[in-house]
Protein backbone atom coordinates (compact mmCIF):
# COMPACT_ATOMS: atom_id res chain seq x y z
CA UNK A 1 0.00 0.00 0.00
CA UNK A 2 3.12 2.04 -0.84
CA UNK A 3 1.72 3.83 -3.76
CA UNK A 4 -1.88 4.37 -2.13
CA UNK A 5 -3.29 7.55 -3.28
CA UNK A 6 -5.33 9.69 -0.76
CA UNK A 7 -8.90 9.12 -3.09
CA UNK A 8 -8.12 5.36 -2.09
CA UNK A 9 -7.52 6.20 1.28
CA UNK A 10 -10.35 7.65 1.51
CA UNK A 11 -12.57 4.75 -0.31
CA UNK A 12 -11.13 2.08 2.04
CA UNK A 13 -12.65 4.28 5.37
CA UNK A 14 -16.15 4.52 3.54
CA UNK A 15 -16.09 0.84 2.73
CA UNK A 16 -15.29 -0.11 6.58
CA UNK A 17 -18.45 2.11 7.61
CA UNK A 18 -20.11 0.51 4.35
CA UNK A 19 -19.52 -2.77 6.16
CA UNK A 20 -20.58 -1.77 9.71
CA UNK A 21 -23.97 -0.04 7.88
CA UNK A 22 -24.58 -3.55 5.87
CA UNK A 23 -24.31 -5.96 9.43
CA UNK A 24 -26.04 -3.58 11.34
CA UNK A 25 -28.88 -3.97 8.45
CA UNK A 26 -28.52 -7.40 9.16
CA UNK A 27 -28.97 -6.78 12.95
CA UNK A 28 -32.22 -5.07 12.53
CA UNK A 29 -33.41 -8.09 9.97
CA UNK A 30 -32.59 -10.66 12.99
CA UNK A 31 -34.14 -7.94 15.32
CA UNK A 32 -36.21 -5.20 14.21
CA UNK A 33 -39.68 -5.27 15.05
CA UNK A 34 -41.95 -2.28 15.81
CA UNK A 35 -43.51 -3.04 19.20
CA UNK A 36 -41.51 -6.12 20.37
CA UNK A 37 -38.51 -5.67 22.13
CA UNK A 38 -37.50 -9.47 22.85
CA UNK A 39 -35.02 -10.31 20.75
CA UNK A 40 -35.34 -13.78 20.55
CA UNK A 41 -39.19 -13.85 20.92
CA UNK A 42 -38.84 -11.47 17.02
CA UNK A 43 -36.31 -13.92 15.69
CA UNK A 44 -38.96 -16.74 16.42
CA UNK A 45 -41.43 -14.83 14.37
CA UNK A 46 -39.17 -13.34 11.46
CA UNK A 47 -39.86 -15.10 8.01
CA UNK A 48 -37.27 -17.32 6.18
CA UNK A 49 -36.66 -14.69 3.75
CA UNK A 50 -35.41 -12.10 6.58
CA UNK A 51 -33.21 -14.84 7.90
CA UNK A 52 -31.15 -15.78 4.80
CA UNK A 53 -30.90 -11.70 4.09
CA UNK A 54 -29.21 -11.86 7.30
CA UNK A 55 -26.93 -14.70 7.22
CA UNK A 56 -25.53 -13.09 3.56
CA UNK A 57 -24.90 -9.72 4.69
CA UNK A 58 -22.37 -11.57 7.13
CA UNK A 59 -20.14 -12.35 3.77
CA UNK A 60 -20.85 -8.82 2.35
CA UNK A 61 -20.25 -7.13 5.27
CA UNK A 62 -16.92 -8.88 6.08
CA UNK A 63 -15.36 -8.26 3.25
CA UNK A 64 -16.19 -4.55 3.80
CA UNK A 65 -14.74 -4.43 6.88
CA UNK A 66 -11.57 -6.25 5.55
CA UNK A 67 -11.02 -3.40 3.08
CA UNK A 68 -11.50 -0.66 5.60
CA UNK A 69 -8.46 -2.24 7.65
CA UNK A 70 -6.43 -1.20 4.98
CA UNK A 71 -6.76 2.33 5.87
CA UNK A 72 -5.58 1.18 9.86
CA UNK A 73 -2.80 -0.55 8.15
CA UNK A 74 -1.91 2.75 6.77
CA UNK A 75 -2.25 5.41 9.52
CA UNK A 76 -0.25 2.49 11.32
CA UNK A 77 2.78 2.46 9.24
CA UNK A 78 5.19 5.05 11.29
CA UNK A 79 4.83 2.88 14.23
CA UNK A 80 6.80 0.19 12.24
CA UNK A 81 6.25 -3.06 11.01
CA UNK A 82 5.64 -5.08 14.25
CA UNK A 83 3.11 -2.49 15.77
CA UNK A 84 1.68 -2.09 11.92
CA UNK A 85 1.24 -6.27 11.33
CA UNK A 86 0.21 -6.31 15.14
CA UNK A 87 -2.49 -3.97 14.98
CA UNK A 88 -3.59 -5.46 11.35
CA UNK A 89 -3.64 -9.12 12.48
CA UNK A 90 -5.92 -8.35 15.49
CA UNK A 91 -7.85 -6.20 13.96
CA UNK A 92 -8.64 -8.21 11.26
CA UNK A 93 -9.36 -11.53 13.38
CA UNK A 94 -11.95 -9.32 15.12
CA UNK A 95 -13.70 -8.07 11.80
CA UNK A 96 -13.41 -11.58 10.51
CA UNK A 97 -15.11 -12.58 13.21
CA UNK A 98 -17.85 -10.38 12.96
CA UNK A 99 -18.82 -11.75 10.00
CA UNK A 100 -18.82 -15.35 11.66
CA UNK A 101 -20.66 -14.61 14.47
CA UNK A 102 -23.69 -13.17 12.91
CA UNK A 103 -23.41 -15.83 10.34
CA UNK A 104 -23.55 -18.38 13.23
CA UNK A 105 -26.79 -16.46 14.97
CA UNK A 106 -28.79 -18.05 11.70
CA UNK A 107 -29.02 -20.71 14.18
CA UNK A 108 -30.41 -19.18 16.56
CA UNK A 109 -33.00 -17.77 14.90
CA UNK A 110 -33.92 -21.04 13.21
CA UNK A 111 -33.60 -22.73 16.04
CA UNK A 112 -36.60 -20.20 17.59
CA UNK A 113 -38.57 -20.35 14.21
CA UNK A 114 -38.71 -24.47 15.16
CA UNK A 115 -39.20 -23.93 18.81
CA UNK A 116 -42.08 -21.18 18.29
CA UNK A 117 -43.83 -23.72 14.89
CA UNK A 118 -43.62 -26.89 17.60
CA UNK A 119 -44.72 -24.77 20.74
CA UNK A 120 -41.38 -25.39 22.12
CA UNK A 121 -39.71 -23.34 24.96
CA UNK A 122 -37.63 -20.93 23.18
CA UNK A 123 -34.76 -20.72 25.67
CA UNK A 124 -34.34 -24.30 25.73
CA UNK A 125 -34.67 -24.76 21.93
CA UNK A 126 -31.80 -22.10 21.36
CA UNK A 127 -29.66 -22.97 23.83
CA UNK A 128 -26.97 -25.08 22.57
CA UNK A 129 -26.81 -21.72 19.71
CA UNK A 130 -26.89 -19.83 21.73
CA UNK A 131 -23.90 -21.29 23.93
CA UNK A 132 -21.97 -21.87 20.59
CA UNK A 133 -22.39 -18.32 19.81
CA UNK A 134 -20.97 -17.29 23.22
CA UNK A 135 -17.92 -19.60 22.63
CA UNK A 136 -17.11 -17.70 19.76
CA UNK A 137 -17.30 -14.26 21.03
CA UNK A 138 -14.87 -15.56 24.13
CA UNK A 139 -12.23 -16.26 21.79
CA UNK A 140 -12.13 -12.91 20.55
CA UNK A 141 -12.20 -11.06 23.81
CA UNK A 142 -8.08 -11.22 24.40
CA UNK A 143 -7.37 -10.19 20.82
CA UNK A 144 -9.63 -7.30 21.21
CA UNK A 145 -7.54 -6.65 24.72
CA UNK A 146 -4.17 -6.91 22.52
CA UNK A 147 -5.52 -4.41 19.86
CA UNK A 148 -6.83 -2.07 23.00
CA UNK A 149 -3.31 -1.90 24.54
CA UNK A 150 -1.19 -2.01 20.98
CA UNK A 151 -3.86 0.77 19.22
CA UNK A 152 -4.41 2.89 22.40
CA UNK A 153 -0.47 3.14 23.09
CA UNK A 154 0.20 3.97 19.72
CA UNK A 155 -1.56 6.38 19.30
CA UNK A 156 -1.36 8.49 22.34
CA UNK A 157 2.18 8.35 21.71
CA UNK A 158 1.68 9.71 18.44
CA UNK A 159 3.31 6.31 16.83
CA UNK A 160 0.87 6.43 13.83
CA UNK A 161 -1.16 9.12 10.95
CA UNK A 162 -4.01 9.40 13.45
CA UNK A 163 -3.88 11.97 15.92
CA UNK A 164 -4.27 11.80 19.47
CA UNK A 165 -8.36 11.69 19.59
CA UNK A 166 -8.65 8.85 17.91
CA UNK A 167 -8.36 6.89 21.02
CA UNK A 168 -11.94 8.72 21.92
CA UNK A 169 -13.28 7.25 18.58
CA UNK A 170 -11.53 3.67 19.45
CA UNK A 171 -14.59 1.67 20.59
CA UNK A 172 -13.22 -0.22 23.74
CA UNK A 173 -15.03 2.35 26.51
CA UNK A 174 -18.57 2.11 24.57
CA UNK A 175 -17.77 -1.86 24.60
CA UNK A 176 -17.38 -2.28 28.04
CA UNK A 177 -20.40 0.22 28.95
CA UNK A 178 -23.03 -1.48 26.53
CA UNK A 179 -25.03 -2.76 29.14
CA UNK A 180 -25.21 0.43 31.26
CA UNK A 181 -25.63 2.68 27.99
CA UNK A 182 -28.26 0.00 26.43
CA UNK A 183 -29.80 -0.25 29.99
CA UNK A 184 -31.15 3.55 29.58
CA UNK A 185 -32.94 3.20 26.66
CA UNK A 186 -36.31 1.99 25.91
CA UNK A 187 -38.77 0.96 22.52
CA UNK A 188 -37.53 1.29 19.08
CA UNK A 189 -34.56 3.05 20.83
CA UNK A 190 -33.08 -0.32 22.85
CA UNK A 191 -34.23 -2.42 19.71
CA UNK A 192 -32.07 -0.30 17.19
CA UNK A 193 -29.45 0.49 19.67
CA UNK A 194 -29.01 -2.94 21.62
CA UNK A 195 -29.40 -4.77 18.42
CA UNK A 196 -26.37 -3.07 16.16
CA UNK A 197 -24.74 -1.85 19.05
CA UNK A 198 -21.01 -3.69 17.89
CA UNK A 199 -21.58 -2.74 14.28
CA UNK A 200 -22.62 0.81 15.07
CA UNK A 201 -19.36 1.48 17.28
CA UNK A 202 -17.37 0.28 13.66
CA UNK A 203 -19.19 2.99 11.65
CA UNK A 204 -18.58 5.53 13.93
CA UNK A 205 -14.60 3.87 14.31
CA UNK A 206 -13.88 4.39 10.17
CA UNK A 207 -15.97 7.44 10.13
CA UNK A 208 -13.58 8.63 12.51
CA UNK A 209 -10.85 7.50 11.10
CA UNK A 210 -11.67 8.94 7.60
CA UNK A 211 -12.08 12.16 9.23
CA UNK A 212 -8.75 12.08 10.88
CA UNK A 213 -6.90 11.16 7.53
CA UNK A 214 -9.41 13.20 5.40
CA UNK A 215 -6.44 15.53 5.01
CA UNK A 216 -3.66 13.40 6.41
CA UNK A 217 -0.28 14.29 7.05
CA UNK A 218 0.68 11.42 5.35
CA UNK A 219 2.99 10.97 1.84
CA UNK A 220 0.09 9.95 -0.31
CA UNK A 221 -0.54 11.17 -3.37
CA UNK A 222 -3.70 12.94 -4.91
Not at 86 to 115: C, D, E, F, Q, R
Amino acid sequence: MNNITQNQLRILGLLGMLGGLTLFAGDMLFYYHPTQTRFLQTMSQASDTRIIASGITALVASWLYMAGLGQVYYAFKPAGHRVQWVVTASMGAILMSYGVVHGAYVGIATSAKLAMAHQLNLNEATALAVRTNNALRFMVYPVFALLSVVFLYAVWKKQTYYPRWMVVAFPLLPFLFKNFIVAQLLGLAYVVVAGGYLNLLLVLFFAASTLALWKPKIPATR
